[in-house]
């Protein structure tokens, strides 16, 4: 959802108003899900972790054979404009590399150019009475994708697996569900990562486990050592998210929201814990104030 002025897109190369930014019938990115994506805030003025969120762009495209036709400081410096053309100071921003114009037909190589789309928009994933209030979920019974299928580590424009598990929450009448591994191991959400807290300690799966490696998860792994947990990544089972003391969801879009009842099952006091709302605190105050400037010395939009 958006609102407010139209927004100016990054489309091959050229800022277009939003009603002139169309994508050809032929894109593979249409046709077959075929390209990779990244969700990127921005606070107060600055693109929270750029870097990172471009790395894992690039390795999402090298694992799909897909050669983004720029360079790294190129797309950091193409994304930073768009954010100026709509005087972006807080929001989120959408990055898409599709795979291009091709013929129909599986076949990638048929398609000569990507195309490259960045839109600075804003986004709100859960209620804001949620994050006071701490969220429910249901284990989905889609599985999340086998890592030898389509690995959980490619952020791909083929988000159809998260998809189906998303319908299964809102069927169920919530906003989020655990998604579990072929293993039965839990793996994430279907747009953030999954934590838990167990006295001082602080567990989340492994990537090997089927977890993306969220931008935000590393950031929560660091904040919390920084305050004396104890952080371990585990494999987890359901047990371990019913009996633990508090659990959280960490994401671009979902920042940190508290997990309150998974399965009918209250974890722990029913309200969002006191290590979820430090992290949580930290992590706004630390997203607040680092990260690459949009504007030259910090200046104001426009
Ligand atoms: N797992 C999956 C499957 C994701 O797609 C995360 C974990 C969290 O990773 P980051 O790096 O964001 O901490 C994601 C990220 C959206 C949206 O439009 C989804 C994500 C990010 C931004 C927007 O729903 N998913």
């Excluded at 139209?6 to 108003?17: E, F, H, R, S, T």
């Excluded at 471009?54 to 360079?71: G, N, V, Y």
């Excluded at 009918?264 to 979820?276: A, L, N």
Aim: some cysteine; glycine content about 10%; proline content about 4%.
């Amino acid at each position: 959802m958006k609102g407010g002025a139209a927004l100016k897109i990054y489309l091959d190369g050229k800022l277009v108003p939003e009603k002139k930014a169309m994508v050809s019938v032929f894109d593979h990115g249409l046709l077959y899900g075929d390209g990779v994506f990244e969700g990127i805030r921005a606070y107060n003025g600055r693109v929270f972790k750029l870097e990172e969120h471009i790395d894992r762009l690039f390795r999402s495209a090298k694992a799909i054979d897909l050669e983004i036709p720029m360079t790294h400081a190129a797309m950091c410096s193409a994304l930073l404009a768009t954010c100026r053309a709509n005087r972006m100071r807080d929001g989120y921003i959408r990055l898409v590399v599709t795979r291009g114009v091709g013929n129909l037909g599986l076949n990638p190589y048929t398609c000569k150019k990507p195309g490259i789309i960045i839109i600075a928009s804003k986004i709100q994933l859960y209620p804001k009475e949620l994050y006071e209030r701490g969220m429910r979920m249901v284990t989905s019974g889609t599985l999340r994708n086998h890592t030898e299928a389509l690995s959980p580590n490619i952020k791909s424009l083929n988000y159809l697996n998260n998809i189906l598990a998303k319908i299964e929450a809102i069927n169920a009448g919530v906003y989020e569900v655990v998604m579990l591994n072929q293993q039965g191991f839990v793996a994430e959400a279907t747009g953030d990562n999954i934590f838990i807290v167990t006295g001082n300690r602080l567990r989340t799966p492994p990537i090997s486990a089927g977890a993306l490696e969220g931008v935000t998860r590393n950031t929560v792994m660091c904040l919390a050592r920084e305050i004396g947990m104890d952080v371990a990544e585990e494999v987890l089972t359901r047990y371990d998210l019913y009996t633990a003391d508090e659990v959280f969801l960490t994401g671009t879009a979902a920042e940190i929201i508290s997990v309150v009842d998974i399965d009918r099952r209250v974890i722990g006091s029913g309200k969002p814990g006191p290590r979820s709302r430090a992290l949580g605190a930290r992590f706004h105050e630390y997203a607040g104030s680092t990260g690459a400037p949009i504007y030259a010395r910090g200046g104001k939009a426009g």
